[in-house]
């Protein structure tokens, strides 16, 4: 069976206008209508990509042109599958919505937005999805906790993705006024650079990387909490789509540093995303909100991306494609497990929670099983990715950057830790006990399904590392993954004799098993804990009045965070002060022209044209 | 048939209206209708008056950009005045002779003659925003005015004598040969209608204007008004003076600074009319700038976007201000929560000035953008063209963050502000939105048109 | 101080247009000659002639009322816009005259009025001599509008019959844009010339010259005697 890429875009839009034509007779049906929607353009996709049966022939959007590359399709995939798994969630939250049936219709357009993005082999019309998606997920944010959220968005998505015009009209003048994908490689000298920095620049404000992360916090925290999981999962690999296209896709930029190697552009790129990492990371720690905390994970994840993309070898490459695969599917599913929880529970603050493992065991192994991932534990898919960039960046030689990247490692130990156990551990809280019970089975069908990809995707990595090797052959790049076995190759030593390095994930997910089961039998064996109240706390003989300050979660890391916060907030005043500057010259100027005076008019009439005649006449 | 009619009828109309007041609301209407009709019967030509072969005489020159300026104004001005006629119904007369204006100042290749229109559309338009009920406003529009259009007749009067000639295409061929004689002939003109069109730092008075404007006249000022001034601009920028070099670059700045400080400006502001204003400063002077640069037949376009955009939202803005007694934006949230038709025909104006895709303004945006880049695009600025896009593109950043801002307020705070719109405005301002995604959809048809605007020699207004 | 500065930014900016135009060459070159010039062919007549292209013996009438005849409606129009605009503002339903804080005399009420004539006559005679002698619509209409202005001003109880002028505007300015059309049908062009030019110097000649500056000048006496109406009249509170 063929069919062309269109179809499915006109399809998804057909799916998001039915959703809200029957959201406004019944919300429910409405988002009914977009788990419907995202499987079919989901399955489809999936099922014709693998077949080959996708065509980017144009019948009806003829002013555009589709072509179906590899590395489309694997964005693609991941992004319609996370939208398939988060619209399951809708029907549960629709009602908590201003405007339940936009928003059905909405999250069906920035999926055929993103679709078009990914198979666009117009440049221009990749911006025109690139856009699309922009407004149509700029609406569902306001439907969440904060309206400001909405214009942070705004701002840097548009900051982006004008970088992105801009470098496409470079490009589009460097061709000869062709807008082809291809001309993206076929710039040079000054261009090239103008237009790497450029697109970087789009890559990084939608991936949210440091310095143009602020948005993504902000979003994350405050959207709806299945849009969360959408942002997070899906829209943010719009930003690593575009990264794949400018750092791999461009090649080096600029000259080499000799002493590691490697391209200044590159350099660059892996700095700022080892900035990221950290950053994201130090960020992580010191929140009290789990939305929050993840989505500053979420952030340190993209630096891993970047990092990976920017080493430029196969390890690297493949590291941050494995990598973009690992962290949809487990952030998805911690912003779901999450979400699942604020449904019940009705916050997600750390320290107003607690013990909702009792009621939602279900719920929290899916919480476990994606923090392991994002973390880097094996047996999860996390892992492998985080281990090949690990190797691409200590083979580079850059010892900064894979100090940055263990870093980050270890961080989320410290920080995804925090909310499994103040969320889920511990006693349960007494005005819980009667309204949280476990999700509904739809809830959880996607949850056990990303958890069980991600343990998938961490033993077995072949189905993976052989659709990147497609890629690297479709992107005519000179890099190769080869799989011995069940086992990941590696870089060669330099001592003789010694094969390539191997990374076995069966064979670590089975002596992980062990571990597990050894640490299970412990469990069972020994005595129980002893039950106490939560906020059993001793306050010197006083009463306690405001309970939840004294819960354990609360300041967990303020020693390590009273290193650096004197310093959190940098980025964030920037951007503010940015925007008082600007709102500042905007008072100047009206005060400096807008009075109620013609005769300041006159004046200034009289002093431009002195200003404009000077080299003439005087 | 001849173009001429297009303003001897509202005269003939206006001068009729003082004697038969009753009727005179629905002469207007009916006038105005016809001017929107008769354009797309009238042929391309040059039509000749008094019998006097130009350029001796007076010409009013119809060509496929004055086509599209006719329709396009008289549309608008159609609009305005089906939805305000019946609240304004004493300012009839003074509207008729607006629209016989407006038309002139579209149709006429004379400079002289032109000024006589700016001069008819002013004084009509002092005239229209005296209904603010902020004399000492309108009075300051006035005094800008005037003194613009009489720097205008100063340059002009300055190239009279140097050339011997009023006529624009006779103009032009003088301006070609003897550039530098007559830089500052055009200086003045270029004042003089910057006053008009809201350029920086001339456009004090659009902030006691449209700052305080009502359901006609913010929508008149700056819907049709700035559309036809846009458009006049470009008609003497692309047409007569094909200004180059350093002169240009002077310009592009400071128009450059015009839209930068337009949307800082608007950032600044809490009010939604001053936002709307400000916004609206902002894209004058992108439309003059892309005329400046050689952009014209997409600046065209632009200039009508905008126009269509301005419409809709000072209409609904306008008559949330008059419900609900503030136009503070905290006054307003909500205000669509109850409204949706209006609040969605109103986020797609928004959404279509900040340029977003399936809209017109993507189509108008993307391809003056694109302008720039075209491989053999000979700008009239000497280098660094990039310059102005990246201009135009943080522009729109800025832009983006209040109309955001304002629209998350106005739809998403929980309110009851209840405000009642006619059907009929309400029929309009949805025709409006639906047209801006139509032609937001065909783009392709779009470029077409536009194509069809610049002429085979690369010049684009002399056919 | 303010005012001081004013006069000198005006000052330099007088100073700034005469430096800059001094050391225009094109503009000084074109000083007096015409020759060569599109306007030369706006004086090209001589008096007697018949049937010249264009027909009033004053050139100055027939570049005004002739060769720009479109520019000359479009000024009526500014009068007639700004008249709109005055009665717009200042005209009310229920109106009454100023005080102008004296009572005229005997002498001042008849000798006004015996003035009005003569001055109403000599703006008619300048009217409709527009097109032989200097004058025209514009001054004569003016001069009767004065005519008006004298009778406002000397007799403080005396009003005008505003609905007579309003009519004379109307069909004034309505029959000016009536001629201009059917020029369009009788000839080829809106506002031709389409009746006989006759003998240059002659009072019936110059086709429809005369015509429209008499309307011209009824439609700027009776819109000025408007705008006078309105200033010297109140609301009654």
């Not at chain 2, 304002?406 to 047209?435: E, G, I, M, Q, R």
């Not at chain 2, 959809?441 to 605007?453: I, R």
């Not at chain 3, 110097?201 to 819109?223: N, R």
Request: glycine share 10%; with cysteine.
């Amino acid at each position: 069976m063929e069919l062309s890429i269109e179809i499915f875009i006109l399809a998804t839009l057909a799916f998001g206008l039915m959703a809200y034509v029957i959201g406004r007779l019944h919300k429910q049906l409405g988002s009914i209508m977009t788990i419907l929607g995202s499987l079919t353009i989901f399955g489809g996709i999936a099922y014709l990509g693998f077949t080959g049966g996708l065509t980017g022939e144009t019948a009806y959007l003829t002013f555009t042109q589709f072509e179906i590359s590899e590395f489309g399709l694997f964005f693609a995939i991941i992004v319609s599958f996370v939208f398939a798994m988060v619209s399951f969630f809708n029907p549960f939250f629709i009602k908590q919505y201003k405007y339940p049936a936009l928003y059905s219709m909405l999250f069906m357009f920035s999926l055929a937005g993103a679709i078009g993005v990914f198979f666009s082999s117009n440049l221009l019309y990749l911006f025109f999805f690139f856009e699309f998606v922009v407004w149509t997920s700029l609406f569902l944010i306001p439907m969440g906790r904060s309206k400001k959220a909405a214009s942070w968005y705004y701002g840097f998505s548009a900051a982006g993705s004008f970088m992105l015009l801009f470098a496409i009209l470079m490009i589009y003048n460097a061709n000869n006024g062709s807008f082809h994908i291809s001309g993206i490689g076929s710039v040079t000298g000054t261009t090239q650079i103008i237009v790497f920095i450029f697109m970087s620049g789009a890559a990084f404000t939608k991936l949210g990387a440091f310095p143009l992360h602020i948005w993504l916090p902000k979003v994350l925290t405050n959207a709806p909490d299945p849009v969360s999981a959408v942002f997070s999962g899906g829209l943010e690999k719009l930003g690593a789509f575009v990264a794949l296209l400018a750092i791999v896709n461009m090649g080096g930029i600029g000259f080499i540093i000799p002493s590691i190697d490697m391209y200044f552009g590159q350099m660059i790129i892996a700095t700022l995303g080892a900035l990221t990492i950290v950053f994201g990371t130090l960020m992580a720690i010191r929140q009290d909100d789990a939305k929050k905390l993840l989505a500053y994970s979420s952030m340190s994840n993209g630096g891993y991306i970047l990092v990976g993309f920017s080493m430029l070898t196969s390890q690297g490459v493949a590291g941050g494609l494995y990598h973009i695969v690992a962290h949809a599917i487990a952030s998805t599913a911690a912003f779901l497990a999450i979400a699942a929880v604020a449904r019940v529970a009705g916050t997600t603050k750390m320290k107003e929670l607690g013990g909702i493992i009792h009621k939602m065991p279900v719920t929290y192994m899916v919480y476990l099983i994606a923090i392991i991932s994002m973390a880097g534990i094996p047996p999860m898919g996390g892992f492998i990715s985080k281990w090949m960039i690990f190797q691409a960046v200590i083979d580079k030689g850059m010892i900064f950057i894979a100090i940055a990247t263990v870093f980050g490692s270890i961080g989320s130990f410290l920080y995804v830790f925090r909310p499994l156990a103040a969320l889920f551990l511990g006693q349960e809280l007494p005005q819980f006990k009667k309204t949280v019970k476990e999700a509904p089975f739809f809830m959880l069908l996607p949850m056990i399904i990303l958890s069980l990809l991600s343990v998938y995707t961490g033993v077995l990595p072949g189905v993976i590392i052989d659709f990147i090797n497609k890629i690297f052959v479709d992107m005519q790049l000179n890099y190769n993954i080869v799989m011995n076995g069940f086992a990941i190759e590696g870089y060669t030593s330099g001592i003789e004799g010694v094969g390539p390095s191997l990374l076995n994930p069966l064979l670590i997910a089975c002596v992980f098993g062990v571990g597990v089961f050894v640490a299970f039998l412990i469990f069972i064996v020994l005595k129980k804990s002893k039950k106490i109240d939560l906020m059993d706390t001793y306050t010197a003989g006083n009463f306690v009045y405001t309970e939840e300050h004294l819960h354990y979660s609360v300041d967990f890391y303020a020693p390590l965070e009273r290193l650096y916060e004197k310093y959190i907030h940098i980025m964030k005043n920037f951007y503010k002060s940015l925007a008082n500057k600007v709102r500042e010259f905007g008072a100047f100027m009206k005060y400096f022209f807008f009075t109620n005076k013609p005769e300041i008019t006159v004046f200034w009439i009289v002093a431009l044209m002195v200003f404009l005649l000077w080299g003439d006449v005087l | 048939m001849s173009a001429i009619l297009l303003i001897a009828v509202p005269l003939l109309a206006a001068f009729i209206s003082i004697l038969v007041k009753k009727v005179s609301p629905y002469l207007l209407l009916l006038v105005s209708l016809f001017a929107l009709v008769y354009p797309f019967f009238m042929d391309m030509s040059d039509v000749i008056i008094g019998g006097f072969d130009s350029p001796i005489g007076i010409n009013l020159v119809v060509n496929k950009f004055a086509l599209t300026s006719l329709i396009a104004v008289n549309g608008l001005f159609f609009l305005v005045v089906a939805v305000n006629i019946a609240q304004y119904k004493k300012l009839s007369s003074i509207l008729l002779v607006a629209l016989a204006g407006l038309n002139g100042l579209l149709l006429t290749g004379d400079l002289f003659n032109l000024f006589v229109f700016i001069e008819i559309s002013g004084i009509a338009a002092y005239l229209i925003t005296t209904t603010n009920k902020k004399p000492l406003q309108t009075f300051n529009y006035l005094v800008a005015g005037t003194v613009g259009s009489s720097l205008y007749l100063l340059g002009l009067i300055i190239l009279y004598n140097m050339s011997g000639t009023l006529n624009m295409a006779d103009m032009a061929t003088f301006v070609e040969g003897n550039g530098m004689y007559t830089l500052f002939p055009f200086l003045l003109m270029f004042i003089g209608l910057g006053v008009e069109a809201k350029l920086l730092p001339f456009n004090s008075w659009v902030k006691g204007i449209l700052g305080h404007s009502n359901n006609l006249s913010g929508a008149m000022i700056a819907s049709v008004y700035a559309t036809a001034i846009a458009l006049v601009f470009g008609k003497l920028l692309a047409g007569v003076f094909q200004i180059e070099g350093t002169l240009a670059l002077i310009i592009a700045l400071v128009l450059g600074i015009t839209i930068l400080a337009g949307e800082a400006m608007a950032y600044a502001s809490t009010k939604a009319r001053e936002i709307l204003l400000y916004s609206s400063i902002a894209q004058a002077g992108i439309v003059i700038l892309l005329f400046t640069v050689g952009l014209g037949a997409w600046a065209t376009f632009f200039a009508i976007a905008n126009g269509v955009s301005k419409f809709i939202l000072f209409g609904v803005v306008n008559r949330l201000t008059e419900e609900v007694g503030s136009d503070e934006m905290d006054q307003l949230k909500g205000s669509f929560v109850n409204n949706k038709l209006i609040g969605v025909s109103f986020t797609v104006a928004a959404l279509s000035i900040l340029g977003l895709p399936l809209f017109f303004g993507f189509v108008v945006k993307m391809n003056s953008l694109i302008g720039f880049f075209e491989p053999d695009f000979v700008s009239n600025l000497p280098g660094g063209n990039f310059i102005f896009p990246i201009i135009i593109l943080v522009a729109s950043v800025i832009e983006g963050v209040y109309f955001v801002k304002l629209l998350t307020k106005l739809w998403y705070k929980d309110s009851d502000v209840k405000v009642n719109f006619t059907p009929l405005f309400k029929y309009v301002v949805v025709v409006l939105a639906v047209a801006l995604i139509v032609f937001g959809l065909f783009q392709g048809e779009v470029e077409e048109l536009v194509a069809s605007l610049i002429n085979p020699g690369g010049v684009f207004i002399w056919n | 101080m303010k005012n001081f500065l004013a006069l000198l930014a005006a000052l330099g900016l007088g100073v700034l247009i005469i430096l800059s135009l001094q050391n225009n060459t094109l503009f000084n070159e074109y000083g007096e000659d015409v020759t060569g010039r599109d306007s030369e062919e706006y004086g090209d007549r001589e008096y007697g002639e018949e049937n010249p292209a264009s027909g009033p013996a004053n050139i100055v009438t027939s570049i005004v009322a002739d060769f720009r005849s479109f520019d000359t409606l479009g000024e009526i129009t500014v009068l007639f816009v700004s008249s709109l605009g005055v009665a717009l503002l200042l005209g009310g339903t229920k109106q009454k005259r100023l005080d102008l804080g004296f009572h005229p005399n005997f002498m001042l009420r008849i000798g006004s009025k015996a003035l009005f004539g003569i001055i109403l006559m000599t703006g008619v005679y300048v009217t409709i001599h527009g097109h032989l002698t200097p004058g025209g619509g514009f001054p004569g209409g003016a001069m009767i509008a004065s005519s008006m202005l004298l009778l406002y001003l000397a007799d403080d109880t005396f009003r005008a019959k505003i609905k007579g002028f309003k009519i004379l505007e109307s069909v004034a300015g309505s029959l000016y844009v009536l001629i201009g059309i059917a020029g369009l049908f009788f000839a080829d062009y809106f506002l031709e010339n389409f009746l006989n030019n006759g003998v240059v110097g002659d009072l019936l000649s110059a086709g429809i010259i005369p015509l429209i500056y008499v309307l011209i000048g009824l439609k700027v006496g009776s819109e000025i005697s408007g705008v006078i109406d309105n200033f010297l009249t109140e609301e009654v509170v």
